[in-house]
């Protein structure tokens, strides 16, 4: 089944460990979101690549990072976990960076202790 | 600043109609997305509005008026499967996503 996939969907975090959350996309959709959704806010833009070998800071980047490698993954990496990045992070995808909407992936919860 | 407001929690009954307002301050618009989450689950894309007027699918509609900067979900016939958050997302000048906090429906026998 078509789709985007993250991984882990939980994790509980040592502060001060570096983790990375996983996401691969088999819509060969060009343009990839990082968000982090917290209790009463909207969702967050982290870090957003709109084709392959370009990202770019969302709304709150600080703390995290991404690469686009190739069209189908983005993974997001936190150096140094902190507690306020306790959250739930969902990556997103869509055809184009206009109209089209994007497609979410299940969510990662991640708790930083 | 970027900003949009949506309440943050409804209560409607089964078998009614409910109105979920949206209105949005942005730098720019590039089209305005509505999208349901149920609890513990990813957002899922309901709608898409770029111009003004009344968008209808199924039981779901979307209006929207750009000089008000102002739009709405409209549910008709409501079931029990539709409670959940409704997200409103705006797409700015950057087409870049703004999103409300999204309100939470709750559906009552």
């Known amino acids: 089944i078509a789709g985007i996939t993250q991984a882990p969907t939980s994790q509980i975090l040592a502060a001060g460990r570096r983790m990375t959350l996983r996401c691969t996309q088999d819509m060969r959709h060009n343009a990839m979101y990082w968000y982090r959704q917290d209790l009463g806010l909207g969702l967050r833009l982290i870090h957003y690549s709109n084709t392959a070998g370009t990202t770019g800071k969302g709304e709150v980047p600080d703390g995290y990072s991404v690469s686009r490698a190739n069209t189908d993954d983005f993974p997001l990496t936190l150096a140094s976990a902190v507690p306020s990045q306790t959250s739930v992070y969902f990556c997103a995808s869509s055809a184009g960076t206009g109209g089209t909407e994007a497609f979410f992936g299940q969510g990662t919860r991640l708790t930083v202790v | 600043g970027q900003n949009i407001d949506q309440p943050t929690e409804m209560t409607a009954t089964e078998g009614a109609i409910v109105q979920i307002n949206c209105t949005y301050q942005?730098?720019?618009?590039?089209?305005l997305f509505w999208y349901q989450q149920h609890a513990g689950e990813a957002p899922t894309f309901l709608s898409y509005n770029v111009l003004d007027g009344l968008e209808e699918k199924g039981r779901f509609s979307s209006f929207l008026s750009r000089s008000k900067g102002y739009s709405y979900l409209l549910l008709k016939e409501l079931q029990m499967k539709d409670s959940a958050s409704y997200l409103c997302?705006?797409?700015?000048?950057?087409?870049?996503?703004?999103w409300g906090a999204g309100t939470k429906l709750i559906i009552k026998p």
């Open positions: 942005t730098s720019g618009f590039n089209g």
């Open positions: 997302a705006v797409r700015d000048s950057n087409y870049q996503l703004i």
